[in-house]
């Protein structure tokens, strides 16, 4: 147990919805990162959050935002969703600018 | 961009040999090349991190090598055992030194008892 929660842990939508996720990093980690990972394209860099801010974006869609609140915990906000989109989602955590991360379980995204 | 190449090709042995796991980098040198086990449907679990000075480093039946010259990183696991199979995932810094690691593909590892 990496001490990362994720939920949900499925969740089933249609195309066009929009559906929230939700990370609590592990206890005193500042750094939460989002990922998808998909058949065809491997563990995909999404976003990071340092402290509620954001400090780094990667290959995130527009219809994606995401945030980090005070008490540390982060949601990753998928809108408008596409078939594409179906994917595994996982968060990361890491003390402060770390290169060592913990993952969480993840959370499996099916759109039909 | 930098890449990270991993044998998508899964890696079939027999238990209590040793599994080698080959992962190719493009590029400029990283500062450091990590190794996560991941597990069907469950996150990446950190193993090992080697930096660029470091030929060679060992933890438990885990040995990972780092050759600058051949832009390659080798993942070996001792006596492999059945538990052992996993998909193992390369990852090198990001650009600019970057916190941010990208990962390779992932090589399957398949140990038969």
């Known amino acids: 147990d990496s001490g990362v929660t994720q939920t949900p842990k499925h969740l089933i939508t249609a195309t066009g919805q929009r559906v929230t996720l939700r990370c609590s990093p592990r206890?005193?980690?500042?750094?939460v990162y989002w990922y998808q990972q998909s058949l065809d394209q491997g563990l995909q860099f999404l976003i990071q959050?340092?402290?509620?801010?954001?400090?780094a974006k990667g290959n995130i869609l527009e219809r994606f935002s995401a945030q980090q609140f005070p008490d540390l915990h982060s949601e990753l906000n998928l809108s408008s969703l596409e078939l594409g989109d179906s994917a595994l989602y996982f968060c990361?955590?890491?003390?402060?600018?770390?290169?060592?991360?913990?993952f969480g379980p993840g959370t499996r995204l099916t759109v039909t | 961009s930098q890449k990270i190449e991993q044998n998508s090709e899964a890696l079939n042995i027999q238990e209590g040999k040793t599994a080698t796991l080959t992962c190719n980098y493009t590029?400029?040198?990283?500062?450091?090349l990590q190794w996560y086990r991941q597990d069907p449907g469950r996150g990446p679990v950190f193993l090992l991190l080697?930096?660029?000075?470091?030929k060679e480093k060992r933890k438990e039946r885990l040995k990972v090598t780092f050759d600058t010259t051949l832009k390659q990183s080798l993942f070996h696991i001792t006596a492999s055992q059945p538990a052992d199979s996993a998909t193992y995932l390369c990852?090198?810094?990001?650009?600019?030194?970057?916190?941010?690691?990208?990962f390779g593909r992932g090589t399957s590892l398949i140990v038969h008892p």
């Open positions: 990361a955590s890491s003390v402060a600018q770390s290169y060592e991360q913990y």
């Open positions: 990852a090198r810094e990001g650009s600019g030194g970057s916190y941010i690691p990208t």
């Open positions: 959050y340092y402290n509620g801010e954001e400090r």
């Open positions: 206890s005193g980690d500042l750094s």
């Open positions: 080697i930096r660029e000075n470091e």
């Open positions: 590029n400029y040198s990283p500062a450091y």
